[in-house]
């Protein structure tokens, strides 16, 4: 039987939690004590509040038979879980993400491909021609590509969050974005993601909702870049019934 999970407490309660037990801390600390609780074992999140919020709660109580695993096997399960998390991936992908080296990358995919959980793949250029060297070899989780090939094929436009790992988990971005409209996605370039357009796998612009009462979506293209509004009506009745907003209507702006 899980033990209880009080106290469990969403961010503001925690924070108020720190207040109460005369602990001084500031607005701009919050994040990084949280992040420093979770990354040293301390707490994690847990169950979803009535916000629609994970609530932190005791990392013992959360997780019932956790593992402890070092050297190799570490990286193996590293690189296994990045592939099933993702698509294929590329070596500098996995270095870049999680920090290690290259050399420590390799390892763990090594690691991975002798155990079945990862396979090897080739990636192709606009013209459908295998890219040679390591540019072109690819990574990914066997179970990604049987699903691929037996599942209907993936809708061709979707509407992405900020900060989706179809561009947050990945150093080299060229397969998703023309590098020229980055700025786009990340104005200012001060790491805030915004959330994407994507037709057949490519981001082709960026969308927010309205904050009106009237509620809706505004879409900003690429330049020279086409969005089909009523493909997306779907997606956006979808994700408002989610919500529990209303949809409103779509506007292609700019």
């Not at 990636?123 to 990574?139: F, N």
């Not at 436009?157 to 900020?162: E, G």
């Not at 870049?225 to 997606?235: C, H």
Request: charged letters at 25%; aromatic letters at 10%.
């Amino acid at each position: 039987m899980r033990p209880p999970l009080e106290p469990a407490l969403d961010r503001d309660g925690l924070a108020r939690a720190w207040t109460e037990a005369g602990i001084d801390w500031q607005n701009n600390w919050r994040y990084h004590v949280i992040w420093w609780i979770c990354q040293n074992g301390l707490a994690t999140f847990g169950p979803i509040g009535r916000a629609g919020e994970p609530l932190l709660v005791r990392t013992e109580n959360w997780i019932e038979q956790p593992r402890a695993l070092s050297g190799e096997s570490a990286l193996r399960e590293l690189a296994t879980r990045y592939a099933r998390a993702r698509g294929p991936f590329r070596v500098k992908d996995l270095a870049w993400w999680t920090g290690l080296t290259v050399t420590e990358a390799r390892s763990g995919i090594t690691a991975a491909f002798d155990s079945g959980a990862l396979v090897q793949t080739l990636a192709r250029d606009a013209a459908g021609d295998p890219v040679r060297g390591a540019a072109g070899t690819l990574w990914v989780d066997p179970e990604l590509l049987e699903s691929a090939a037996r599942e209907a094929p993936l809708p061709e436009w979707r509407l992405l969050a900020a900060f989706d790992e179809h561009l947050l988990g990945y150093t080299d971005r060229s397969a998703q974005l023309d590098q020229q409209h980055f700025d786009r996605i990340v104005p200012g370039r001060n790491g805030m993601f915004l959330s994407t357009v994507v037709n057949h796998g490519r981001v082709a612009g960026t969308w927010k909702r309205r904050r009106t009462k009237a509620g809706g979506l505004e879409i900003a293209p690429f330049p020279d870049t086409a969005i089909d509004a009523a493909a997306l009506e779907p997606l956006n009745r979808t994700w408002a019934d989610f919500h529990g907003v209303d949809a409103g209507s779509i506007t292609i702006t700019g």
